[in-house]
């Protein structure tokens, strides 16, 4: 925390991402800040970073490095909780704001106390700044960031890089803060600290519960003031899933209905992450009828796990030969275009015949992987061969490691069947749309070394 690229690059949550007058505040160049940045982005390491407050909590900064959906997570704790409180999330699923400027200050000094210093504490002032949102600042909030970007080692004109920092304040602009009985609350849409009583929502949807913590806060927020919650879950919370990994067996029959079993093993990706356990809290209260929707893999512009760019882009190259794992290509799962997902998420939340129920989300027919393919070669033009190999002869970053025998597809007749839901998108335009928007967003992508191992072994 001494470097001031390490400054340059958190502040780049305040100024949407423009490098220029942090830079220049900074005395750093460009190319040193990215290089900085991609550092404590390292999918390999999440940094954490903890200011402590008042009374043993603390309020920690994680960088939260998910690949493809890199972020910051600011999160509030206390040795007897089971479970941070989330106060403000930067990127990703933006949150916030967390904090107006008095508070800012406040913590600022309270870290200064903890560490014995008569004054403001500027790494924790800087830190927290980001999630500092503020529509009535005082006369001297220029003079106060100025000096403590000075203390952290801005060499150039602070009280500039100061006014640029308080006029954007970052992703959420100047926000005003209403005082109550319970402390500060913003109007803000998207904050953490909303009164939502005040909302009185008839229906509530949890696009975000990927915990059982998430889950818990959602229902003890609404339970008294929501009517219905709508909470999209994952066709991960089947044992097939478990099979599919290499993790279970047998192999379990197809498709999956809503009653199919569940993964008898939790957290299947080594972090707090379970829709099981989302869906068993949210599923428990009766006070807030939840409906719970199983996704299948979604695909579309937005796509953060870019599903189809690997073909795509090689159809656009003119690859004559796309090789493949031999028992990939009549693989199985349900997929689901992001368009159509979000019209039945839209379907379960208008229809209170949804309350209480669980229905599995997909296209009506699940194709193999090589109707995938073939689906994106009609839009592309492309008339090449898709050439199976032995996953022992293909490179690593072509080998599955799943376990092939085993498809995911799901019955998403319930859906259909008791709330009348039906695709809105046609099958060609979604694949369509989805290849050019892959296209688009690997303009410029270097894939040489790629087809120069697939060359190899051909």
Not at 309 to 330: F, K, N, Q, T
Not at 438 to 444: N, P, R, T, V, Y
């Amino acid at each position: 925390m001494d470097e001031p690229l390490f400054w340059a690059s958190h502040l780049l949550q305040c100024t949407n991402g423009v490098e220029e007058p942090l830079c220049a505040g900074f005395g750093v160049s460009e190319a040193d800040l990215l290089q900085f940045f991609e550092r404590v982005s390292d999918e390999r390491q999440w940094p954490v970073l903890s200011v402590p407050l008042s009374a043993g909590h603390l309020l920690h900064v994680v960088y939260r490095n998910l690949p493809g959906e890199h972020g910051f997570d600011y999160l509030l704790h206390h040795p007897e909780w089971k479970a941070t409180v989330p106060l403000a999330t930067v990127e990703g699923c933006f949150r916030g704001p967390g904090l107006c400027w008095p508070e800012l200050l406040a913590v600022a000094h309270t870290a200064a106390e903890a560490g014995s210093a008569p004054h403001l504490d500027p790494h924790t002032f800087l830190l927290l700044l980001p999630i500092m949102s503020d529509a009535e600042l005082p006369s001297d909030a220029d003079d106060v960031l100025a000096a403590m970007l000075t203390a952290c080692g801005a060499a150039g004109e602070t009280g500039a890089l100061a006014r640029i920092l308080l006029e954007e304040q970052g992703c959420w602009g100047p926000q005003h803060w209403t005082l109550t009985p319970d402390g500060r609350i913003s109007e803000t849409r998207h904050t953490f600290r909303r009164r939502f009583a005040a909302l009185g929502p008839e229906v509530v949807i949890d696009m975000i519960a990927m915990t059982e913590a998430d889950a818990r806060a959602t229902v003890d927020t609404f339970r008294d003031i929501g009517g219905r919650l709508v909470v999209p879950s994952s066709g991960d919370v089947y044992q097939a899933y478990d099979v599919l990994r290499g993790r279970a067996a047998p192999v379990e029959p197809m498709p999956l209905t809503e009653d199919a079993a569940l993964r008898s093993s939790l957290y299947p990706y080594d972090s707090d992450y379970d829709k099981i356990l989302v869906e068993r809290v949210v599923s428990s209260c009766p006070e807030l009828p939840a409906a719970v929707l199983r996704l299948p893999m979604v695909y579309g512009p937005g796509d953060y796990q870019h599903r189809l760019r690997h073909y795509a882009c090689r159809m656009r190259d003119g690859r004559s030969v796309i090789p493949m794992e031999a028992g990939m290509l009549g693989w199985r799962v349900t997929r689901g275009y992001v368009g159509d997902v979000a019209a039945a998420i839209a379907a379960a939340a208008g229809d209170p015949r949804a309350a209480g129920r669980t229905y599995n989300v997909g296209e009506a027919t699940a194709r193999t992987e090589a109707q995938w393919i073939s689906a994106a070669a009609q839009f592309t033009g492309w008339s090449g061969e898709v050439r199976p190999v032995p996953a022992t002869d293909l490179p690593e970053q072509l080998r599955s490691g799943l376990h092939l025998a085993q498809d995911l597809v799901v019955d998403t007749s319930a859906i259909r069947r008791e709330l009348g839901f039906a695709e809105p998108t046609v099958d060609a335009e979604a694949v369509a749309a989805t290849v050019e928007w892959e296209l688009a967003a690997a303009a410029g992508l270097d894939l040489a070394d790629e087809y120069a191992a697939e060359d190899a072994i051909l």
